[in-house]
Every structure is written in C-alpha cells, then in structure tokens.
DNA sequence: CACATAAGTTTCTCCTGTAAACATAGAGGG
DNA sequence: CCCTCTATGTTTACAGGAGAAACTTATGTG
C-alpha cells in the first residue's frame, strides 16, 4: 500500500501525505495563508477528503503545532548533548537551536505560538509544548545543582530565559530587530546580557 | 458635519468610525477573527463602504498597529515620567506597562507583532514602531550615562530587554507562562534576573 | 444652477470552510 | 466465491468573506 504510482481511488495513508504537504507549505512560504483546500489540492485529492482525517481546519494545524514542538524539542536535546565545558554554553547552544529553528521554520514556528494552536483544548498539543519547555527546566535545574545559576526560583529563571529566547526568535523572524545589523551579533549579545544576570561570575 | 444623528447617506467621518469599531472589536475578542464586513455591519454601512477609506482589509490593519503602536509609546512614556529613584526602576515600570498593555489590549498586541501589519510595505507604521523603541533606546542610553546599565552595545542591551519584555507579554496573554501560577511573579522575577544581567550592582 | 466628485450602495465573481449525499475499494462472514 | 459493511474517497451544495465594477446620492464650487 505504500508506492503504487497511480493513486487508485484510495491514497494509502492520506493524512501523512496532509501533514507532509502542510508541513512543506509552512516551510516554503513566510506568506502563512494556509487554506485546507490548497493542501487538498497539493496532495492531489478532493477538498473535502481532509475531512475524514481531520475534524476540521484547527484541528490541522495543531497537529503541524505538535509535531513542531516535538522537532523543536530534538533540536533543542541535539544542541546540548556532547560534554560542553559549561552550562552555560550549553544554554547558549540550545538558546541559538531554538532561534534557528524558528528563522529555518518561521511558518511552522509562527503557528506553533499562534492562537490557532491552542493548548487548552488539545491535550497532546499540550503535552507536547510541555515536554519540550521540560528541556529548558531541566538544564536550568542542572545549572543550578552545579552552581552555574543563581538559586534564583527556577520559574523565574525559566520564564526569563524562554520570554528571551522566544521573544528574540519572534523579533528576529520578523525582522524587527533593528534594521541596519543583519548579523546575529545583537542576539548573541542579548543572550549574554541575560546569562549575565543568571550566573554566578561571568 | 458632526452629530447628525440620523446618518442620512454620508456618514460624516466613516473612516474614524471604522477605526474605533475595529479598535472596539480587537478589544473585546480575545479571538480575533477579524472579518472587514463584520466592521462595515458594527458601523452601519454597507460592506463595501470600508472600501473609499481603506485599499484593503490590511490597510486598516495596519493602521489599526499603527495607532497601537502610538498608544503603546504613550503608556511608556506615562509609566516612567515621574523623578523614579534609577533608571533601574524607571526601566522597569516601563516593562510593567508595555505588559500591561498587552494584557489590556491582547488583541491590538498581538496585531501590532503580527506578520499582518507588514512594516516593511508602510512607512508610517514602520516611523510609529521605531519611534516607541526609540523610547526604550533613550532609557537605556540613559542608564549607560548615568552609570546604571553596563558598557555592553546598546544594541545588546536594546536587543536583549525588547525580547524580553516582548516575550512575556507574548506569554502572558497567550497564558503560556506555567499553568500553576496566575499571579504576575513569574514576571516581575524575570524582569529582576534579566536586570540583573545589565545593571552593574543590584 | 449645473455638474464634477467624494462617499455611499448593489451586484457580481471567486474563494474558503464545512456539511450531506454518493461512490468505491478492500475486508470479513456466509 | 459472492455479498455486504465500512473506511475513505468524490461531488454537490450552501453560507460567508474579499474585492471589483457599476450605480446612486450628497456636496461644494464654477
């Protein structure tokens, strides 16, 4: 059921190929309009055949959230694994993950905090953004047993670092942050004037 | 050509009346739909009317950011115009308010960051926002005078506080910023570690 | 006072989301 | 081996939105 050329009648597996389509949209267009009946029309079937896959539209899109979070949450994990030399680097590569997560998928990473993908109402949607902040608590907490971090409460620090790294991964996709530098400096440089306030001595 | 009460064809100023009913709208709703016939209804015109004020939905879109923009810059300069004792506590009263405002005004906030209200295609809109982070830039110069803040770039500084007081306010009105916690600690914690980085002793 | 024009309205086309009815392939029981 | 059930398609239909075009009504100016 896998590659015969000539989808028959029945595609085989329908939804993977949405979800593929989808995710490839959001990946080639910054533009982020995203109607059902595009990807129907992308995945070579009817505009109503999503609908025995997908409840309606949202429910779409949180899907493409999820699987989001779950990728930002690999990427995240994959910054930091070797033996770095401090915690502090490790924050500083998993900070500069996450920012080039969103400037590689800014479609994907829009929808990810847009209030399409709303967490309240999907449960794994839900489970899946909590997973991947559970990440970013755990380095914290790391940084704080091996005295890199100030025993500041770690819900401050975590909403510090992740309204930072968030807020600098917005700013940069939409190329708010400050027009004459291209460069990545001042979101390096940011990120040091927030470790700075985090750890012990610089 | 005022108060005529019975709008007899003319409308007298259909343009203001569309903004305020739009700014009415993204006040109420959380959800934001934002349908430009559902404005022309609100006001009382037909839907074709909004048409002779505005090119397109998104040209009162961005005129809606525009005068968000403006009201943002007001509340800034508000929260931090008294003779506070530091710059530090200027700095964050001024993060305090650009929160609050988007706490107040969630709609209009998220519209003024979104990828709706394109900058790069409307001076004015563009000239609005860099003149409300030109008030950030002045405080933090500020503080680099008067020895408060350290001798990092400005553009640090300024890269790394915009972020992060746009990351929670971001957080915060999409109520991302942990569940068990309801209460503005959480932030004005962030605000402190983030401060901590920047000023030269607490 | 005639009339050009600004500011409304109606009408139209194309698009979207979504529901309902219909069609077909493949699986399972007699 | 055939009949039927069901999952997964398709077609058709409808409500609603964006925007263009053509029409209408005030309004102000020669």
Redesign the pocket.
């Known amino acids: 059921m896998s590659e015969t050329k000539d989808r028959?009648?029945?595609?085989?597996d329908?939804r993977r190929a949405l979800i593929d389509t989808a995710l490839a949209m959001l990946a080639a267009e910054q533009n982020w309009t995203?109607?059902?009946?595009?990807v129907a029309r992308r995945a070579g079937?009817?505009?109503?055949?999503p609908?025995?896959?997908f409840r309606?539209?949202?429910m779409l899109l949180r899907e493409l959230a999820r699987i989001g979070f779950i990728r930002l949450g690999e990427s995240l994990s994959g910054a930091m694994s070797p033996n770095m030399p401090s915690t502090r680097a490790q924050f500083m590569a998993a900070a500069q993950a996450c920012i080039g997560f969103a400037c590689q998928n800014p479609g994907l990473y829009r929808l990810m905090f847009s209030s399409d993908a709303d967490k309240t109402i999907d449960p794994p949607l839900h489970d899946a953004a909590m997973s991947t902040f559970g990440i970013l608590l755990g380095l914290l907490e790391r940084g704080q047993r091996d005295q890199s971090f100030r025993p500041v409460s770690v819900s401050a620090l975590a909403a510090a670092s992740w309204a930072q790294v968030h807020g600098l991964a917005m700013l940069t996709i939409s190329h708010q942050l400050l027009e004459e530098t291209v460069e990545p400096e001042p979101v390096l440089a940011a990120l040091d004037v927030l470790l700075d306030g985090m750890c012990y001595t610089d």
Chains 1, 2 share one sequence.
């Open positions: 028959p009648y029945h595609h085989g329908l995203f109607t059902l009946r595009e079937v009817s505009h109503a055949a609908y025995k896959h309606d539209r949202e």
